[in-house]
């Protein structure tokens, strides 16, 4: 199975910006974000394909950003502004390997990262 390692979560004061890591143990795999705030539903914010198409949803999309780097096997959800409302435990996933296209549908993934928190509070 997949492993993935989430990194770069913590606090920051509303208006600042993180960079979420997510290292693989092989590339070419599609790769989702998600979030899940405490009695909430995971959300599917981002996805990249393996032929590097991305999608990032409507409400975060001016905000965050997402890339990869094969040389370091990892991908990237670069967020800016942050605000209140996006503390939460951010997670990564792997998806079917060569998927032209991505989703951000939690069922899509196959393997997941053990989450790492961010809280943007002043």
């Known amino acids: 199975q997949l492993q993935l390692e989430e990194s770069g979560g913590g606090l920051v004061q509303p208006g600042g910006s993180l960079r979420l890591s997510c290292a693989t143990s092989?590339?070419?795999?599609?790769i989702g974000w998600f979030r899940q705030a405490p009695g909430k539903e995971r959300e599917g914010l981002s996805c990249?394909?393996?032929?590097?198409?991305?999608f990032v949803i409507e409400s975060v999309k001016d905000r965050f950003t997402i890339s990869r780097d094969y040389a370091k096997n990892t991908v990237y959800l670069q967020m800016n502004d942050l605000k209140p409302e996006d503390t939460a435990a951010y997670y990564c996933?792997?998806?079917?390997?060569?998927?032209?296209?991505?989703?951000?549908?939690?069922?899509?993934?196959?393997?997941w990262g053990q989450g790492t928190q961010v809280t943007a509070s002043s």
């Open positions: 990249i394909s393996s032929a590097d198409r991305a």
């Open positions: 996933a792997a998806g079917s390997p060569g998927a032209p296209y991505c989703s951000v549908i939690a069922s899509s993934y196959d393997s």
């Open positions: 092989e590339v070419y795999y599609s």
